[in-house]
């Protein structure tokens, strides 16, 4: 669920993952490891909403096809069309 179309009240008492919950500097999550490795970003606007977008989409159907990949990023807005490369 975007943040900005999620008011504070409905997350009490639930657990919340952000980007800086994925993982580590020193254990990244393997989609920024990946992210980082194959230089998927440019500008970084969007990034953060991309990696939890997918992060969530693995976790529900590791094995998703492109099309399931691309509906699932399709919310998160990348401005400087390096979306292609994410996926």
Do not use: P
């Given at each position: 669920m975007a943040s900005c179309d999620m008011p504070m009240w409905?997350?009490?008492d639930k657990a919340v993952?952000?980007?800086e919950?994925?993982?580590t500097a020193e254990q990244p999550h393997p989609l920024q490891r990946t992210f980082?490795?194959?230089?998927a970003?440019?500008?970084g606007?969007?990034?953060s909403g991309i990696l939890i977008s997918a992060a969530a989409l693995l976790k529900r159907n590791p094995s998703p096809t492109e099309a399931e990949v691309?509906?699932?990023l399709d919310r998160n807005l990348c401005r400087c069309g390096?979306?292609?490369r994410m996926v």
């Open positions: 409905s997350v009490a993952v952000t980007l919950g994925l993982g980082i490795t194959e230089q970003m440019q500008c606007y969007c990034v691309r509906a699932a390096s979306h292609n």
